[in-house]
């Protein structure tokens, strides 16, 4: 039994697979039982944006469909931050898409029950359970709005725990992480594992737009990043073209992974890596790894990741940010006036840090940005 998993694939143009998409690269996918891609840009024609930060992304129907028949897409993983771009028709429009096309669905829903169901996989090796989680940015479903199967440790250790009971294997795909840095932190490391202390036989994580290295804790691996698999964005980011297609084994009662390296050209066509090309990112996923297993150094990589982010991160929580007048944000900056003070960063901290705050605080925002 062999299951491909890939990174982020987002198709936002016309795009021809007959000469983008290099016959390795059909071949592999040819070659396995099940293929599953993190669809990350919903498919629809809804305008109803959401306000949110960052980009909103939106797929081009017709290439991204081509896309998956042609590399005989089975699932797609849709819980992650994008989904829900074009709000709740956008996140409804894709599963039924999906689903029009023989394209099963994971990771997204109506609801959060929806959301957060596991996808069962019924194998001559056993029953294979899919569990797909996002972190919570912009796209979760809630008890009574479709979105994606947000992070929640709790809800996540039952789900988990009760797919190990009933199921032979449990794969946890998990959308996370810091953007463009090549580890995880120290809390997404804790949470990772805690995924396998709950039952998962596998955790695979994508989210980054890098690659990282992976670790096996209690004998069961842990991907970090896959990185992107197809993204057609331009970005000045070279490690944006580099990603991993991982092929996971299960024969009898053992599952065994293997790294296929990939990568984008800067037209976007895509290939699977040789020679050279290919040894030099399995030494980079190695020297990933070997710090990933070393909680001191994986440590102080993420403290020196907090340094320089401090300066960035404290202009966030000003009151500058609801100021949208370049004119007087010219003014304030010649006038050296900041906004903030120590006070209200303290209050900022209390509201996210303790846990009855964070819930009322969550939940006020949500209601007053659907005003």
């Not at 901290?349 to 846990?355: A, H, K, S």
Request: glycine fraction near 6%.
């Amino acid at each position: 039994m062999k299951i491909l998993i890939t990174g982020d694939l987002v198709i936002n143009r016309s795009y021809n697979t007959s000469d983008k998409i290099h016959k390795r690269i059909i071949d592999l996918f040819s070659g396995s039982d099940y293929n599953i891609v993190n669809l990350e840009a919903p498919i629809t024609d809804s305008e109803s944006k959401i306000i949110k930060t960052g980009p909103h992304l939106k797929s081009d129907k017709q290439s991204t469909l081509n896309i998956m028949k042609k590399l005989n897409v089975h699932i797609a993983a849709l819980a992650n931050n994008h989904i829900k771009d074009y709000d709740e028709e956008g996140v409804l429009d894709t599963i039924n898409f999906c689903e029009n096309n023989g394209i099963k669905t994971i990771g997204a829903g109506a609801n959060i029950k929806e959301a957060s169901e596991t996808t069962v996989l019924k194998t001559p090796e056993g029953k294979i359970a899919l569990i797909n989680i996002a972190e919570n940015e912009w796209a979760s479903a809630d008890e009574s709005t479709a979105g994606a199967n947000g992070m929640d440790l709790i809800k996540d250790y039952n789900s988990i725990k009760k797919a190990k009971e009933n199921y032979d294997f449990v794969i946890v795909i998990v959308h996370g992480g810091l953007e463009y840095y090549n580890l995880p932190s120290p809390k997404v490391q804790q949470r990772y594992r805690f995924y396998v202390d709950s039952g998962a036989s596998l955790v695979v994580g994508h989210h980054t737009h890098c690659i990282s290295g992976f670790e096996y804790y209690k004998d069961v691996p842990i991907y970090y990043s896959l990185g992107n698999f197809l993204f057609t964005k331009e970005s000045k980011f070279e490690e944006w073209y580099t990603g991993i297609v991982l092929e996971v084994n299960i024969e009898d009662t053992e599952l065994t992974v293997k790294n296929h390296p990939i990568r984008q050209s800067k037209t976007f066509s895509l290939s699977l890596l040789e020679g050279s090309d290919k040894k030099s990112v399995l030494t980079q996923i190695e020297r990933y790894s070997e710090i990933i297993i070393n909680e001191e150094q994986l440590s102080e990589e993420w403290d020196n990741v907090i340094h320089s982010k401090i300066q960035r991160y404290i202009s966030y929580w000003s009151p500058k940010s609801f100021i949208k007048s370049k004119y007087l944000l010219g003014v304030l900056s010649r006038l050296n006036i900041k906004l903030i003070n120590k006070s209200g960063l303290a209050l900022y901290l209390n509201l996210m840090r303790c846990e009855t705050h964070s819930d009322i605080s969550n939940q006020v925002i949500e209601k007053y940005l659907r005003q």
